[in-house]
Nanobody
Framework: QVQLIESGGASVRPGGSLRLSCVVS???????MGWFRQAPEKEREAIAA???????GYSDSVKGRFTISRDSAGNTLYLQMNNLKLEDTAMYYC????????????????WGQGTQVTVSS
């Protein structure tokens, strides 16, 4: 059974940094992995995706501030978040997909439970 477990969420000040991690257990390496986020009363937003070690893309809202990466074994996903803004406050989810790799939900069939990031002054 594949499980994705996120960690690293916290409360930070604007301008601060955080590094989120997502460990994939179950002996499976999914070719595609991505980070999504959902703020209260907003739709879930894809923010970054990576296929093996090739970065697929970033949303405009995080481009230049966030960096997605994964370890060489392919079973740990990271999201380095710099220069955090108030609007980055959300629940952050990692996801894995076996077929295709894009910035949309439908390419992902495994999801974590989420880790909360709160940016406040």
């Amino acid at each position: 059974q594949v499980q994705l477990i996120e960690s690293g969420g916290a409360s930070v000040r604007p301008g601060g940094s955080l590094r989120l991690s997502c460990v994939v257990s179950g002996g499976v390496v999914t070719p595609c992995m991505g980070w999504f986020r959902q703020a209260p009363e907003k739709e879930r937003e894809a923010i970054a995706a990576i296929a093996y070690e090739d970065i697929i893309g970033y949303s405009d809202s995080v481009k230049g501030r966030f960096t997605i990466s994964r370890d060489s074994a392919g079973n740990t996903l990271y999201l380095q978040m710099n220069n955090l803004k108030l609007e980055d406050t959300a629940m952050y989810y990692c996801a894995g997909g076996d077929f295709g790799c894009s910035m949309t939900d439908h390419d992902y069939n495994y999801w974590g439970q989420g880790t909360q990031v709160t940016v406040s002054s």
